[in-house]
């Protein structure tokens, strides 16, 4: 689970469209995650889901009342301001056209609209209305006003309404939610002002129209550290082959397929990466050409002669003799079934790195494509880790942190 959720309070604003159901599931999500969720449904929302639904999810009281009271410090206080004054996020989904207009007009006639204007933090909106409704110039004339004073929006999605027409207007799925909710409050973590460049999953070497060479990997790993990058702040590019994992939200993604296409990502970004981490499984070999049709099953043995793709961390660490602030850190990982030590040891030295990590891909529950890793991890000046079996994770959060203090992040107080 992400730690940046953990012990937050959140206000889920909920408004009155059909959407309602799926912030069940959001509500949900960020209660697993440890944050602490109060619900607010305006009257509207009650009639599509009932109060007592939020209410067992979050395991706390769900307001629906202005002229309820709160005793959460001992003191009595009006039940919006002290919910308003104790969250770290406050998310409204569904928010419908009225709810818009009342937020972007600083109305407090019902108790969502009313916490808004005495919470002074970051809010982030995932409208949900009919596809006119979303168009008409008053309710974009509210969106505007509301991102003018810096709120995020997520959506609204694009495809099949309740109504049964085709539209804008949908509200985006509550994983999406979630992760910008993430990505909300990593801002201004002690990676803020970093861009971090991440490569992912394994590339595709084309050997004819249908077949290709490739290998193990799924991007878990390389997802697991966008989204730590993201979650301290650091505006985040992940440069990926195909995924077997949904990307994370809130952050910069560029598909690739082949090695090729990688090296030539990576190079653009390059002038304006402050780190980047490989870990990526890049073949080294590719067809020398790939046939243009289906290559036939024909009797007897196949040849296919490979060459050498491109070393995509050799070719960034000879940059670095000339521009060594692009990028200023460079994390690579290794994969490797024996010499383990001699093999990272040798890869840190020949790519011009500052730390790799290494993976025993025959260890049990280590390496390509389960959830965990167990690495150890090798830097420049001679430092070497063992770090226990963890999640992917927990491993990418602590490659993050470690990629923070030696960025001289580590006493960083969020702001
Ligand atoms: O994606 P998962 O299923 O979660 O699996 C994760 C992983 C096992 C793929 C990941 O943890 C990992 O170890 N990635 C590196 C795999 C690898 O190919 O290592 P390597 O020893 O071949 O390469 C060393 C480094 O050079 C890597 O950072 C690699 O990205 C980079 N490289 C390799 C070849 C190449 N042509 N260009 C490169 O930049």
């Not at 509550?174 to 990505?183: S, V």
């Not at 050997?207 to 997802?223: A, E, L, Q, W, Y």
């Not at 521009?323 to 290794?334: I, Q, S, T």
């Amino acid at each position: 689970m992400p730690p940046i959720l953990n012990g937050k309070r959140i206000i889920l604003g909920v408004s009155g469209g059909i959407a309602c159901y799926k912030s069940v599931m959001l509500a949900s999500r960020l209660t697993q995650a440890n944050a602490q969720v109060d619900v607010i449904m305006t009257e509207a929302a009650t009639k599509f889901v009932a109060p007592v639904t939020f209410q067992a999810i979050t395991q706390r009281a769900v307001s629906t009342d202005t002229f309820e009271s709160w005793t959460d410090t001992g003191r009595l206080r009006s039940g919006h301001i002290t919910l308003a004054h104790a969250a770290d996020l406050f998310i409204v989904a569904p928010a419908t056209a009225q709810t818009l207009a009342r937020l972007a007009l600083g109305m407090g006639d019902e108790l969502l609209s009313l916490t808004a204007l005495s919470y002074k933090g970051p809010m982030l909106i995932a409208p949900a209305m009919e596809t006119n409704m979303w168009g008409h110039p008053a309710t974009q004339q509210h969106v505007e006003t509301l991102r003018s004073w810096g709120v995020d929006f997520v959506g609204p999605a694009s495809g099949r309404l309740a109504s049964g027409e085709h539209g804008a207007g949908r509200m985006v799925e509550p994983d999406e939610i979630f992760e910008h909710a993430c990505r909300v409050l990593g801002r201004g973590g002690p990676l803020t002002g970093v861009r971090v460049v991440i490569t992912a999953g394994g590339t595709r070497e084309p050997i004819d129209p249908v077949r290709f060479m490739g290998n193990h990997s799924t991007g878990k790993m390389g997802v697991a550290l966008a989204r730590a990058a993201r979650d301290l702040g650091a505006e985040t590019v992940l440069i990926h082959a195909p995924l077997s994992v949904t990307p994370p939200g809130g952050v910069t993604l560029v598909p690739i397929r082949t090695a090729q296409q990688m090296h030539d990502a990576v190079m653009e970004h390059l002038p304006t990466t402050d780190v980047l981490i490989g870990s990526a499984a890049v073949a080294d070999y590719r067809p020398i050409h790939s046939e243009e049709k289906k290559i036939k099953k024909l009797p007897g043995q196949q040849t296919i002669i490979l060459e050498r793709t491109p070393d995509i961390l050799k070719a960034v660490g000879e940059r670095r003799h000339d521009d060594p602030l692009h990028p200023r850190l460079v994390v690579g990982f290794a994969a490797e079934t024996d010499d383990l030590e001699e093999n990272a040891l040798g890869k840190l030295e020949r790519k011009n790195m500052d730390m790799i990590v290494l993976n025993d891909v025959t260890a049990p529950d280590s390496g390509f494509a389960v959830d965990t890793n167990r690495v150890i991890i090798f830097e420049r000046d001679g430092n070497r880790e063992d770090w226990p079996l963890m999640s992917k994770e927990e491993v990418a959060q602590a490659i993050l942190q470690r990629v923070a203090a030696r960025l001289g992040r580590q006493n960083w107080a969020r702001r």
